[in-house]
Nanobody
Framework: QVQFVESGGGVAQPGGSLRLSCTVS????????MYWYRQASGKERELVAS???????DYADSVKGRFTISRGNNINTVYLQMNGLKPEDASIYLC??????????WGQGTRVAVSS
């Protein structure tokens, strides 16, 4: 059974910062990469950032230079540091774990609001 613990969502002012964290665990669970997606109400799910087990990162153009994805001591824990938040960053942020086997597992999501 795979379990997620996500935290760090909340309300920030425009230009402010939040840090999301996600830890995934499970028996015989071998993570290749971790992803942060976001989905706002009425919009399609959008890939925000990713990090592989080797540390390679990638970002959506909309967050480059503002968001940073990083790992903990291993790939099973990831963080998303969000700086310079904009109203359009408000969304549900979802953590996704991609296994070497090809399977994907999703966290429950954490809400980010940006408001003055």
């Amino acid at each position: 059974q795979v379990q997620f613990v996500e935290s760090g969502g909340g309300v920030a002012q425009p230009g402010g910062s939040l840090r999301l964290s996600c830890t995934v665990s499970g028996t015989a669970f071998d993570v290749y990469a971790m992803y942060w997606y976001r989905q706002a109400s009425g919009k399609e799910r959008e890939l925000v950032a990713s990090v592989t087990h080797t540390g390679t990162t990638d970002y959506a153009d909309s967050v480059k230079g503002r968001f940073t994805i990083s790992r903990g001591n291993n790939i099973n824990t990831v963080y998303l540091q969000m700086n310079g938040l904009k109203p359009e960053d408000a969304s549900i942020y979802l953590c996704m774990a991609h296994e070497f086997s090809g399977r994907n597992y999703w966290g429950q999501g954490t809400r980010v609001a940006v408001s003055s």
